[in-house]
């Protein structure tokens, strides 16, 4: 982080300087935090009300760790009775917002910084993930850590800019309209890049064309001397082209789209045995490059397409973009997260989030991975904030994992009956479809039948929890305890189909 002192975080926020004494030395932050433990010395600690904890009772553990200034929204005193040292504002969030404001523009101001900003229905985490690998070869290179991708995260990601950074890539998400022209108006970026529409969120938004004008907040969010780089197989992406002034760049699978802009393509794009996407990437100046990505599922075709036109926009040579597609993988976790157990089980945790398209991407992967010699387990729970169409879409995503012949599938969760009733509708049978009511009675079932050679998918919302039922299946039988191990709560009654009418009409989750 580059340095404010305390004067200058209240005049850029509007804020209140408490605690501090005006005969002293000046406070200087060099780093911030929302996470008390994450205080070093020298933190700026924004203690902003949270879903689970307000960020004012853990101001004493902030400092003890470091912190030498608080951002927060009242007064809080310490053992001695005197207020921390703290700026006090309305919406601590929102004074976050500024201070990452004013940090990009001092970076501009002082230097070469490129800021390149990522959004989309799915696929924005292992985007940046591969973008901010291939761009560190051009130089330091600051990305989001995990998903770090809101009003919170998106600071923070500012914050961890120096003054040496050359590019800083912004992972931006979104629950409603304006949130992403928020968030651009913070970070100003250069390059603005959609990989597409989906459903997730839906609810939130009101349809899915809403979403489409969200994502789009970004492209119109670029001055003329920007980059718009879309993705042109999906229309309403190739759409956005008309909402931005700045020219535009395109990636596709497809060999006949053709545009104006710079074209990044895949050919021949497949996977090998492995479940790894393969293809020919070819450029606009006409050179091709065979590329095999470690990463798991046709699906990152899309991502690895968007790194690569972006890393050319900004200078990358060709060369180094395909030798970089063929060795990085994913470096957040529950991407498409493989483990091949000693015993032969194979374990996909893709459990971080989960909308229709990315449930359906996942599943494809898992049938081909399969591919009739593999027993194929597919371990789904929710999918969250799909407002009136969840009862339809958790139904066509049974129908759909009976189609791709998966061998079993578990649903997991009492909001998941709908996508048991679909599977059974739509012919899966007896053992073929089970529906248990939580993740230890899911776990018991996968602990008594995984055998050597099963292959088992874990996915579902964030909420869901999945992620961490699949790190412990992921360990094998009798594992060592897990930093991710939930507690463990009494098995729930599981329920099979056994026939075609066993279920009836899908029920209200």
Same mark, same amino acid.
């Given at each position: ?21 005006? !005969? ?26 949270? *879903?689970?904890? &307000? ?26 009775? !005197? ?7 309305? &919406? ?44 560190? %070869? ?42 992403? !022209?928020?968030?651009?108006? =913070? ?21 899915? *064309? ?34 931005? @002034? ?45 590329? @095999? ?11 690895? =397409? ?80 799909? %407002? ?38 739509? %012919? ?75 279920? %009836? ?5």
């Amino acid at each position: 982080m580059i340095e404010f002192s305390a004067a200058e975080i209240a005049a850029l926020t509007g804020g209140r300087l408490v605690g501090t004494d005006p !005969a002293g030395p000046a406070i200087t932050v060099t780093s911030a935090a929302t996470d008390s433990r994450e205080c070093v010395p020298g933190s700026l600690f924004v203690a902003k009300p949270g *879903e689970q904890s &307000d960020g004012h009772l853990h101001l004493g553990s902030a400092f003890g760790g470091g912190a030498v200034l608080a951002l927060a929204e009242r007064e809080v005193a310490g053992p001695d009775g !005197a207020p921390y040292p703290s700026v006090v504002v309305p &919406d601590a969030v929102l004074a976050m917002g500024e201070l990452a404001a004013e940090t990009v523009r001092r970076l501009r101001a002082a230097g070469d910084v490129t800021v390149i900003g990522i959004t989309g229905s799915a696929g924005k985490t292992t985007t940046k993930d591969l973008l901010a690998g291939l761009l560190a %070869g051009l130089g330091p290179t600051v990305a989001p850590r995990g998903s770090y991708n809101g009003e919170v995260g998106v600071p923070l990601t500012v914050f961890q800019a120096t003054w040496e950074t050359r590019y800083l890539v912004i992972e931006m998400g979104a629950t409603k309209p304006g949130h992403i !022209a928020y968030l651009a108006s =913070l970070v100003q970026p250069d390059v603005g890049v959609v990989l597409g529409v989906g459903s997730a969120h839906a609810g939130e938004f009101g349809g899915v *064309e809403n979403i489409a004008r969200a994502k789009g907040e970004l492209v119109e969010a670029l001055a003329a001397t920007g980059t718009a780089v879309l993705n042109a197989d999906d229309e309403r992406v190739l759409a956005m082209r008309s909402r931005t @002034v700045a020219r535009t760049a395109f990636f596709t699978s497809s060999d006949d789209f053709s545009a104006d802009g710079a074209v990044v393509r895949a050919r021949n794009s497949t996977t090998t045995p492995e479940g790894n996407p393969s293809f020919t990437l070819t450029f606009p100046d006409g050179g091709e490059h065979e590329v @095999v990505s470690p990463l798991l599922g046709l699906h990152h075709t899309t991502n690895l =397409l968007a790194a690569a036109n972006v890393a050319y926009e900004l200078g990358c040579a060709p060369e180094r973009i395909a030798e970089g597609l063929r060795t990085l993988a994913a470096a957040s976790r529950w991407r498409m997260e493989r483990t091949d157990r000693a015993d032969g089980v194979t374990v996909i945790n893709d459990a971080y989030n989960a909308n229709p398209e990315s449930m359906r991407a996942a599943l494809r992967t898992l049938a081909e991975l399969g591919r009739g010699h593999r027993r194929t387990w597919a371990v789904l729970g929710e999918m969250l904030e799909l %407002g009136e169409s969840t009862i339809e879409e958790h139904d066509l995503l049974g129908r759909v994992v009976v189609r791709l012949n998966i061998s079993k599938l578990v649903c997991v969760g009492p909001n998941t009956r709908a996508l048991f009733n679909g599977a059974v509708l739509e %012919g899966s049978w007896g053992s073929e479809a089970v529906h248990v009511d939580d993740a230890a009675a899911a776990e018991q079932l996968l602990a008594a039948e995984l055998e050597p050679g099963d292959i088992v998918l874990f996915k579902s919302s964030n909420g869901a929890g999945l992620r961490f039922l699949g790190d412990r299946i992921a360990q094998g039988p009798d594992p060592q305890p897990s930093r991710n191990h939930a507690p463990h709560h009494p098995a729930a009654v599981v329920e099979a189909a056994s026939g075609p009418d066993a279920s %009836g009409k899908a029920t209200q989750p």
